[in-house]
């Protein structure tokens, strides 16, 4: 089974300023990398798929990079319902075996 | 618009038997398949399984097999995720999820979750 390791658990950002989410992957995972926004209270949402392709509706101040085992999600200017927890998640197998990360807690410095 | 409504939040004993249901709309039900994920109180995302109500080809995490059953019925546009005996630890919220891509899935559509509260 691929291990996705997030880091930090916590990223304390002040509004309006960058934030950079990391998630490492225990082997490969080509770009078949997820990330996902979860809303207390409300179901995931797809932000990035493919590493770095926005899914539809998705505000350009989101964007994904990296291949192989190390990705990176990166908010641009963060707005205040940025705060919440955003998971990685690998594709990468057939049969399925997908994984998620643990989770980043995006808070407010 | 694409949408995954999923039935409604359940209250069982454990030992008790339970189907909960994904109903997709606004794409073309057979041709895409449909995942479940597990989130616990407070914890994170688990992917459980998927579907392809095409064929009804049925995929499951290791660690859910035999645990739980995935079916589909492509009549209704429905699938379905259920338990023959219950316990206390199958308490969480369930997601469906759409797989977007090709070969390659994603979880590109989410429902708003069932949530199953097993407890004597």
């Known amino acids: 089974e691929i291990v996705m390791t997030q880091s930090p658990a916590t990223l304390s950002v002040s509004p309006g300023e960058r934030a950079t989410l990391s998630c490492r992957a225990s082997?490969?995972?080509?770009?078949?990398l997820a990330w996902y926004q979860q809303k207390p209270g409300q179901a995931p949402r797809l932000l990035i798929y493919?590493?770095?392709t926005r899914a539809t509706g998705i505000p350009a101040r989101f964007s994904g990079s990296g291949s192989g085992t190390e990705f990176t999600l990166t908010i641009s200017s963060l707005q205040s319902e940025d705060f919440v927890v955003y998971y990685c998640q690998q594709y990468n197998n057939w049969p399925p075996l997908y994984t998620f990360g643990q989770g980043t807690k995006l808070e407010i410095k | 618009e694409v949408q995954l409504v999923q039935s409604g939040a359940e209250v069982k004993k454990p030992g008790e038997s339970l189907k909960i249901s994904c109903k997709g709309s606004?794409?073309?039900?057979?041709?895409?398949?449909i995942g479940w994920v597990r989130q616990m109180p407070g914890k994170g995302l688990e992917w459980m399984g998927i579907?392809?109500?095409?064929?009804?080809?049925?995929r499951y995490s290791p660690s859910f097999q035999g645990q739980v059953t995935i079916s589909a019925d492509k009549s209704i546009s429905t699938t379905h995720l259920q338990w023959s005996s219950l316990k206390a630890s199958d308490t969480a919220m369930y997601y469906c999820?759409?797989?977007?891509?090709?070969?390659?899935?994603?979880?590109?559509?989410w429902g708003k979750g069932t949530t199953v509260t097993v407890s004597s």
């Open positions: 579907i392809y109500p095409g064929d009804s080809d049925t």
């Open positions: 082997q490969s995972v080509s770009s078949n």
């Open positions: 606004g794409y073309s039900f057979t041709r895409y398949w």
């Open positions: 999820v759409r797989m977007g891509g090709y070969y390659y899935y994603y979880m590109d559509v």
């Open positions: 493919g590493a770095s």
